[in-house]
């Protein structure tokens, strides 16, 4: 007889859910609005009674439903603690606890750049890996990584961080942590535009980019692919911190590849040579045939991670 799980991915407007067979088919996947208003007082009974309208819908026992996985946006201790998530209005807890009660299930939690990776690691551009590391090039920078097939978490939460390592000395401006010098700031879509604008504002460089109102990573990664010097500078600028960053996390973990994912990795296989290139120019000389990949799986990451969290498996 068929088994189930549930893998939700809860963002900041929007809950994701996917119910899966046991075995990484997903069977059904849909959107629920996510309610913050109160401390976050819905959305934990929200989802709780969207997983029993499913059920009902498709005429599913909930004895034949092995747990349900959550990835939030926020860091998590011991796959069930949620440190208060800013952008859910401080909303946290013991999730697991709670949610385990609304839903009669067991509930394991994990953070959202996390589960991505275990998505990825199951049934994405790490498939067949066992020790991954996930990098997530959107608005910031975030990752995961998988060691022996199990998340690095951390002490507190905050392993994967990736996008708050410091790479160099300094940076015209701070990072939204504070600090000066993250990898967020040159890796991230908010960081290739920013460093075009620079260059912009600071050569007379003719470049299409001149023309644009607004000028945005997608811009700039494809005025790159043409051929646009100015572009292809700050695409450089982006690889070499990158590959300088990966390849100072081989040293520590030593992943067999990177998983490239994020709004930043449509840019296909441009990006990973760029990061390639780079990295083998740092990495210590053992890594420097660490593959590389790009994530296949979208916004469905992060409920397929979730569902692998709770199959524990």
């Given at each position: 007889?068929?088994?189930?799980?549930?893998?939700?991915?809860?963002?900041?407007?929007?809950?994701?859910?996917?119910?899966?067979?046991?075995?990484?088919?997903?069977?059904?996947?849909?959107?629920?609005?996510?309610?913050?208003?109160?401390?976050?007082?819905?959305?934990?009974?929200?989802?709780?009674?969207?997983?029993?309208?499913?059920?009902?819908?498709?005429?599913?026992?909930?004895?034949?439903?092995?747990?349900?996985?959550?990835?939030?946006?926020?860091?998590?201790?011991?796959?069930?603690?949620?440190?208060p998530?800013?952008?859910?209005?401080?909303w946290?807890?013991?999730?697991?606890?709670?949610?385990?009660?609304l839903?009669?299930?067991?509930?394991?939690?994990?953070?959202d750049?996390?589960?991505?990776?275990l998505?990825?690691?199951w049934?994405?551009?790490?498939?067949?890996?066992?020790?991954?590391?996930?990098?997530?090039?959107?608005?910031?920078?975030?990752?995961?990584i998988?060691?022996?097939?199990?998340?690095l978490?951390?002490?507190?939460?905050?392993?994967?961080?990736?996008?708050?390592?410091?790479?160099?000395?300094d940076?015209?401006?701070?990072?939204?942590?504070?600090?000066?010098?993250?990898?967020?700031?040159?890796?991230?879509?908010?960081?290739?535009a920013?460093?075009?604008?620079?260059?912009?504002?600071?050569?007379?460089?003719?470049?299409?980019?001149?023309?644009?109102?607004?000028?945005?990573?997608?811009?700039?990664?494809?005025?790159?692919?043409?051929?646009?010097?100015?572009s292809?500078?700050?695409a450089?600028?982006?690889?070499?911190?990158l590959?300088?960053?990966?390849?100072?996390?081989?040293?520590?973990?030593?992943?067999?590849?990177?998983?490239?994912?994020?709004?930043?990795?449509?840019?296909?296989s441009?990006?990973?040579?760029?990061?390639?290139?780079?990295?083998?120019?740092?990495?210590?000389?053992?890594?420097?045939?660490?593959?590389?990949?790009?994530?296949?799986?979208?916004?469905?990451?992060?409920?397929?991670?979730?569902?692998?969290?709770?199959?524990?498996?």
């Amino acid at each position: 007889m068929t088994k189930y799980v549930f893998g939700i991915d809860l963002g900041g407007t929007t809950v994701k859910l996917g119910l899966f067979s046991t075995d990484g088919e997903l069977l059904d996947k849909w959107e629920i609005p996510t309610r913050t208003e109160n401390g976050g007082e819905h959305i934990l009974p929200d989802i709780s009674a969207s997983m029993s309208e499913k059920l009902r819908q498709r005429g599913i026992s909930l004895s034949d439903v092995t747990g349900a996985g959550i990835g939030v946006p926020g860091a998590v201790l011991d796959d069930s603690v949620v440190k208060p998530c800013v952008n859910l209005n401080g909303w946290g807890g013991n999730i697991a606890e709670k949610l385990s009660a609304l839903c009669g299930l067991p509930v394991k939690v994990v953070n959202d750049a996390n589960a991505a990776a275990l998505g990825e690691m199951w049934l994405g551009g790490g498939k067949g890996f066992e020790n991954v590391v996930f990098v997530t090039l959107g608005t910031g920078v975030g990752g995961g990584i998988i060691l022996g097939g199990k998340l690095l978490s951390g002490f507190h939460g905050c392993g994967g961080e990736l996008g708050h390592m410091k790479i160099y000395e300094d940076a015209p401006t701070a990072c939204g942590c504070g600090k000066r010098g993250c990898l967020e700031q040159f890796a991230s879509a908010t960081g290739i535009a920013n460093t075009a604008k620079r260059l912009l504002a600071e050569t007379d460089t003719p470049s299409p980019l001149r023309e644009l109102e607004t000028v945005t990573a997608k811009d700039v990664l494809d005025a790159a692919k043409a051929g646009d010097p100015l572009s292809c500078h700050a695409a450089e600028v982006f690889g070499d911190a990158l590959g300088r960053a990966l390849a100072s996390v081989s040293c520590v973990c030593d992943p067999e590849v990177f998983v490239l994912g994020g709004g930043v990795s449509k840019a296909g296989s441009y990006i990973i040579d760029l990061v390639r290139k780079a990295f083998v120019k740092y990495a210590f000389p053992p890594s420097e045939i660490t593959e590389f990949a790009l994530a296949s799986l979208g916004n469905d990451a992060g409920i397929c991670g979730a569902a692998k969290l709770a199959l524990g498996k």
